[in-house]
Nanobody, 127 residues
Framework: QVQFVESGGGLVQPGGSLRLSCSAS????????IGWFRQAPGREREFVGG????????FYPESVRGRFTISRDNAKNTVYLQMNSLKPEDTAVYYC????????????????????WGQGTQVTVSS
């Protein structure tokens, strides 16, 4: 059974850090580009970063660049989202998504092209 399970969410004060994990079972993350997304209440799902299947290319939108970092450990079949200097506006449900690709340049896809999604984990930034 294919599963993509997220963990690491929670409540953190502004300026704090969290690391989210996304572990795959039932499939190997090799040759999957990974995207991280978030969705706040009443808003559309937003892309917050992506990493190539090899892990040597990544991209972040301006809203999180310099604060968020994606990494991956294909041997552990796990990807990570390190979030630093968190702000109240980062509050959302965070999702990881996997896109099957052999193209080492791919770091992001249109949202509907991802093959697997995690269930989401809540991140709340509040004092």
């Amino acid at each position: 059974q294919v599963q993509f399970v997220e963990s690491g969410g929670g409540l953190v004060q502004p300026g704090g850090s969290l690391r989210l994990s996304c572990s795959a079972s039932g499939f190997a993350l090799d040759y999957y580009a990974i995207g991280w997304f978030r969705q706040a209440p009443g808003r559309e799902r937003e892309f917050v970063g992506g990493i190539s299947w090899s892990g040597d290319r990544s991209f972040y939108p301006e809203s999180v660049r310099g604060r968020f970092t994606i990494s991956r450990d294909n041997a552990k079949n796990t990807v990570y989202l390190q979030m630093n200097s968190l702000k109240p506006e980062d509050t959302a449900v965070y999702y990881c998504a996997a896109d099957r690709t052999t193209d080492p340049l791919v770091v992001a896809r249109p949202i509907f092209e991802y093959d697997y999604w995690g269930q989401g984990t809540q991140v709340t930034v509040s004092s």
